[in-house]
């Protein structure tokens, strides 16, 4: 973890004075927990949850948000400011600042989309098959959530067949049964989108 936490910390800014750094997946992947790990490791970064973008009527439509709360200020060297969305209350809580700091870490699923990767630093994939992360997901939200889960597969699934992710991470993430294993990604080389447009099937792994 502090050998990947140095390589991150060592790449060009890339919005601003900031090196922004993906962490996408399917949901039940263990995105939030690797993320909360890894910024440990980077001495405290902070990480922007996308899940406080999103809303229940717009699973995947956050970029704008995204874009216009986080990602412009940033990259004027600005604090940003973004209002959480509350999912138990179904509105908009009072707006959190975000300042610039040497590495942020964008979390959720879609971390990775077109419209985001060339305002990355890096990439990270969990590398997690979708079906048992969603498993895992289920079992971690219980049965009152099941008919959120129903209509997340479908959203998530449309999603990632027209944008994915995976074939441009620059590293893959296995949890192991203690810590984890990074591996180099599909992608080209760190940095900001190189124009891959493979599926989100298997790929190569370096």
């Known amino acids: 973890m502090h050998d990947l ?44 949850h996308l ?11 956050w970029t704008e948000r995204l874009l216009s709360q986080v ?32 590495v942020i870490l964008v979390e959720g ?9 060339p305002f990355l630093a890096g990439l990270l994939w969990m590398e997690l098959p979708r079906e048992e992360s969603w498993a895992r997901g289920r079992l ?5 959530q099941r008919d959120f889960w129903d209509g997340w597969v479908e959203a998530e699934h ?3 067949a027209k944008d994915p992710s995976r074939p441009h991470a620059d590293f893959l993430v296995r949890q192991l ?9 599909a992608s080209e080389a760190v940095g900001p989108d190189h124009g891959v447009t493979h599926g989100d099937g298997p790929p190569a792994v370096c």
């Open 5 to 48: 936490a140095h390589r991150l910390s060592k790449l060009p800014p890339s919005c601003g004075p900031v090196r922004l750094v993906g962490v996408d997946g399917h949901a039940g992947s263990g995105k939030s927990t690797f993320a909360g790990q890894l910024a440990e490791a980077l001495g405290g970064a902070p990480v922007l």
């Open 51 to 61: 899940d406080d973008l999103a809303t229940h009527d717009e699973l995947f439509g």
């Open 71 to 102: 990602i412009t200020p940033l990259g004027r060297g600005e604090t940003a400011h973004y209002a959480p969305y509350d999912w138990h209350a179904r509105h908009f809580a009072a707006p959190r600042a975000l300042p610039p700091a040497p």
């Open 109 to 117: 699923v879609g971390a990775g989309r077109r419209a985001v990767r």
């Open 140 to 144: 971690r939200d219980g049965t009152e």
């Open 158 to 160: 449309e999603h990632f």
């Open 177 to 185: 049964r203690t810590g984890y294993e990074v591996l180099a990604g």
